[in-house]
């Protein structure tokens, strides 16, 4: 399919926190451009491009039905991740019972963390960290360690390895955030460094 990446949509008025969110959270969203200044909304992590087709075509059939109660996720919902995490990730015999719901990342990270550690207990994560991170695991009760990224000679960010062997061990450790691209920074680690962390 040949997809439109390029077109510039107009967001304001519908909802879309990047473009009118600007101004109205201090601390967090920029402030608003001076008047007759475009914004630029590249202060949240947001798809400026249309969503594929598909996805606004099965909402709305859905929609169509006027009854909107509690559910359970359907056969298409397990296999399609069973088939995603087989083909891109050679996961093999996944099973549904082991598939939970989520409706963000965020929820899942929580999850994931709660499987191997509980509240009060440290969570490693690099910094600079994503923001919705730190308010997670922090209102869910976790200690968050940082383990500051550090600039090689050619300006890249990269994980300092001897600094998370040390905290690792200090704060009796057993639960890691590893956030590939690296928000924020943008990096997408290479295979030696992920090998190291791991
Ligand atoms: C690293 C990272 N994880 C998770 C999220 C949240 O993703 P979502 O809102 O799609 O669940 C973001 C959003 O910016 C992110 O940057």
């Known amino acids: 399919m040949v997809y439109d990446f390029t077109t510039i949509i107009d967001r304001h008025g519908k909802d879309a926190l990047a473009v009118d969110g600007l101004g109205t959270i201090p601390g967090m969203a920029p402030d608003a451009p001076r008047e007759g200044f475009d914004v630029i909304p590249m202060w ?5 491009f249309a969503t594929v087709p598909t ?3 099965a909402i709305i059939e859905r929609a169509k039905h006027p009854l909107y109660g509690y ?3 359907s056969d298409e919902y397990f296999d399609a991740i069973i088939r995603w ?5 050679d996961v093999t015999g996944l099973t549904r019972d082991a598939i939970g719901y989520e409706n963000g990342v965020l929820g899942g990270v929580i ?5 191997f550690a509980a509240p009060g207990d440290a969570v490693l994560l ?3 960290t994503y923001i919705g991170f730190t ?3 922090s ?4 200690r968050i360690v940082h383990s500051p990224l550090k600039r090689d000679a050619e300006g890249v960010w990269r994980m300092d390895f001897a600094d998370m062997e040390r905290r690792i061990k200090e704060n009796n450790i057993h639960v890691a955030i590893f956030c590939s691209p690296h928000n924020p920074c943008g990096r997408v680690w290479e295979r030696w460094e992920i090998e190291q962390a791991m």
Do not use: K
């Open 44 to 48: 949240v992590a947001d798809m400026n």
């Open 55 to 57: 996805i606004p075509e």
């Open 71 to 73: 559910f359970n996720p």
């Open 85 to 89: 995490q087989r083909d891109r990730n």
């Open 111 to 115: 999850s994931a963390v709660t499987a």
């Open 126 to 128: 690099h910094s600079p």
């Open 135 to 137: 308010n997670s695991l």
């Open 139 to 142: 209102n869910n009760g976790y």
